[in-house]
């Protein structure tokens, strides 16, 4: 066993999306947490201000999901998900489907976004198929979305680096244009208003394949890993509009979204446009224990119902699906975002998050800032030849000075659980402010 100068053996956790060598030279290591901060292992207070990855709506050190957890592990610890069942699991997909959109009344449970999107897709592929519309094949993703990282997830999705090592991923897909524009929607608060008719490249990909060859379209709401990426106006309802004229079931990927992100439960009930699936983790248990659960129409539901009884409808599922420890965690979260109104609180605090950010527009090298609910990203000009270098010299600046916030590239990502009071804001907001005036020297 390898260590580094403190005796921490470094070099056996291969960490997921980071650079293993230059991480392990000058480690961030994060040792608890309580409320909206973090501490480190040199026992600084480090602002979360990114949920942790975007799933600790509620805040961290949660004594109501820890002490259910402990319960539900001393109560029943394991049960098989296949032709076995726990009431745990019923109970929780009854809450998930009071709160869902209209239709959405059927839960699938896994363990991950990730594998939230490869059952939608998987879904959505086996309705069509018990329907005898077996030539539906196709799939619609979109440019810089993200759908996780399994197979399925990097084919629809639209961000070359997840794929490029990956081999020819899964055939018959094809990418609607992203919506960013900076051109025309830089600084603005909230959708933007132009770019709709970006929703209409469905019906080019449509004429080219012929929409009986065409399953489903998944996107996320609002892009999140991709870089913050709003929907401009009427263009989620676009997209509803010609995915059922033409009888092409629509995704909605609210894995970030879901759970208050951008207010109301989830961005469909927030933007209005129910789709006929919706892939959600994260905040479904405010990220305590791994989970994800897969929101499915009655109609698409009831297509898997209608065969033999005593078949198995559906050959697909996991170990851990609807696992009784992370069940008690999920409903434990959603006591906490019910009792709490959580699910309005990024619509309260969207006003004073968008200003504070906004109030930064003017600083150098700060090309775009844009906001929704509690979610933003400011976007930077690229260093010369160092693309990426710009954005990183400002999250280390705010991590050095105890405040954590989401890096890709030039673009950072602000993310606060939902319990953000205006002085976390300003704390956020100062030390952007300071590393984005270092970063330009
Ligand atoms: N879909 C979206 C929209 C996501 O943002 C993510 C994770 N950032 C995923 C899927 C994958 O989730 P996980 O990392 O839990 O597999």
């Not at 892939?279 to 209608?306: Q, R, W, Y």
Request: hydrophobic share 40%; charged share 20%.
């Amino acid at each position: 066993m390898r260590s580094n100068s403190n005796t921490q053996p470094l070099d056996a956790f291969w960490m997921p999306f980071t650079a293993n060598r230059q991480f392990k030279k000058q480690p961030r290591m994060l040792t608890s947490a309580e409320g909206m901060y973090y501490q480190d292992d040199k026992g600084r207070p480090v602002l979360d201000g990114c949920a942790g990855l975007w799933c600790v709506n509620a805040g961290h050190g949660r004594k109501e999901i820890s002490e259910a957890v402990a319960r539900q592990v001393a109560k029943l610890d394991y049960a098989p998900p296949f032709q076995m069942g726990h009431p745990l699991a019923f109970e929780f997909a009854e809450r998930l489907a009071a709160i869902a959109p209209e239709k959405l009344n059927h839960i699938f449970f896994t363990n991950s976004g990730s594998e939230s999107v490869e059952t939608a897709l998987k879904i959505a592929l086996g309705y069509h198929r018990l329907k005898g519309d077996a030539t539906r094949q196709r799939l619609v993703g979109r440019e810089r979305g993200y759908h996780g990282v399994n197979f399925g997830g990097i084919s629809v999705g639209g961000i070359g680096n997840n794929r490029k090592m990956f081999g020819a991923g899964l055939s018959g897909i094809d990418h609607l244009p992203h919506t960013l524009n900076i051109n025309l929607n830089a600084f603005t608060k909230g959708l933007p208003e132009h770019g709709v008719e970006l929703a209409d490249a469905l019906e080019q990909i449509i004429a080219l394949h012929d929409a009986s060859n065409i399953a489903a379209v998944i996107v996320e709401p609002m892009s999140g890993s991709g870089g913050v990426i709003m929907p401009p106006k009427g263009y989620l309802q676009r997209l509803r509009e010609i995915t059922r004229k033409h009888g092409i079931l629509l995704i909605f990927d609210e894995v970030i979204t879901g759970f208050g992100r951008v207010g109301k439960a989830f961005a469909s009930t927030r933007w209005g446009v129910e789709p006929d699936i919706m892939t959600t983790a994260k905040g479904l248990t405010n990220g305590v224990i791994p989970m994800g659960a897969v929101f499915v129409s009655d109609e698409i539901h009831d297509a898997f119902m209608t065969g033999p009884e005593n078949m198995i409808e559906l050959f697909h599922g996991y170990t851990y699906s609807g696992h009784p420890v992370a069940c008690a965690a999920g409903l434990a979260a959603l006591d906490i975002y019910e009792k709490e109104n959580l699910f309005d609180r990024a619509i309260e605090m969207e006003d004073k998050f968008a200003e504070s950010l906004l109030s930064m527009k003017e600083l150098p090298n700060v090309i775009d800032i844009r906001n929704t609910g509690l979610v933003a990203a400011i976007e930077l000009t690229p260093e010369a030849d160092k693309p990426g270098e710009r954005g990183h010299k400002v999250f280390k600046h705010c991590y050095e000075n105890g405040v954590l916030v989401r890096w890709t590239g030039d673009i950072l990502a602000m993310s606060p659980p939902l319990i953000i009071e205006p002085a976390h804001i300003d704390q956020m907001v100062s030390a952007l402010r300071e590393g984005i005036l270092i970063a330009n020297n």
